[in-house]
């Protein structure tokens, strides 16, 4: 469903994403894992139409969907978490959340109709019912990962980018982040998450692409990946995320 071909992100003297090649099937869940700075971030951005690549194509269900807006694309069924969840903070966790339906990926909804569909996804996701009405900004940051979470399924993707989910989280949350994640492939969407976590890498994905330095340097099966020399030298060495 989704095929980047040679896609890279200049940046002032720096190549933040160098020449990468990525496919991603129906229903599959692609961890993206990879140092500090590698470009992850940058590539999801890319995908979701956020910053526009200096060259490669992005297609998406054999659209080109290169150099779109984030907008168009999020119609086209793409929806993004932020590593840093810091939008809309004056309104409150279900006028976040009915944004996305609003806005998403579908016709035109009733606002009757995106509420109602706010509530059924704050529910799928476990947001908190009293604090529903508490504005974003006085969230704390496992509420704010779900709501966002909520927002970005209620516009209805087909594909869902994941930065840095469950970061911040205790094992417990993290575990929890897990049986959602799983939960929403379930329902038939794809997902590509950005993770630092190797346990939750390994628990979730299909398969795992690894970057460094803006470069892909693996892409298979999470225990080929994780036993890959290269990865273990340029990555795994350094963290003590097991
Ligand atoms: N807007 C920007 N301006 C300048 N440098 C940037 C910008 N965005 C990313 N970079 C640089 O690009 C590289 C990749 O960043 P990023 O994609 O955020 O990495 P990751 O998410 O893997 O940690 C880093 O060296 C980062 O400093
Ligand atoms: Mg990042």
Redesign the pocket.
């Known amino acids: 469903m989704l095929t980047l071909k040679g896609i890279s ?1 200049q ?2 003297g ?1 190549r ?2 160098n020449n990468v090649d990525l496919s991603m099937g129906e229903n599959e869940i692609v961890g993206l894992v ?10 999801l ?1 890319m995908i979701s139409g956020i910053s526009i690549p200096t060259s490669g194509t992005i297609i998406f269900d054999n659209e080109n969907i290169t150099g779109l807006k984030a907008d168009r694309i999020c119609k086209k069924g793409i929806a993004k978490t932020f ?1 840093i969840a810091e939008s809309f903070p004056g309104l409150t966790a279900y006028e976040c959340t009915m944004i996305g339906a609003l806005f998403g990926n579908h016709r035109a909804i009733s606002m009757a109709d995106a509420g109602k569909k706010a509530i059924e996804i704050l529910d799928f996701v476990g947001f908190p019912m009293e604090k529903r009405d508490t504005t974003i900004k006085n969230l704390n940051v496992v509420e704010l990962k779900r709501v966002q979470l909520a927002r970005a399924l209620a516009s209805e993707p087909k594909l869902l980018l994941l ?1 840095e989910l469950t970061t911040g989280l205790n094992p417990k949350e993290s575990n929890e982040a897990v049986d959602l994640i799983k939960k929403i492939r379930d329902q038939g969407v794809a997902i590509l998450i ?1 993770e630092h976590v190797m346990s939750v890498i390994m628990g979730v994905s299909d398969r795992i692409v690894v ?1 460094d330095y ?1 470069e892909k340097i693996a892409d298979g099966r999470p225990y080929e990946v994780v036993n890959n020399q290269k990865v273990i030298d340029t990555y795994l060495g350094d963290i003590d995320a097991f």
Request: aromatic residues 0%; glycine residues 22%; hydrophobic residues 35%.
């Open positions: 992100k940046i002032g720096l933040a994403v990879g140092p500090n700075g590698a470009g992850k971030t940058t590539l951005n590593q930065d950005i970057l803006g």
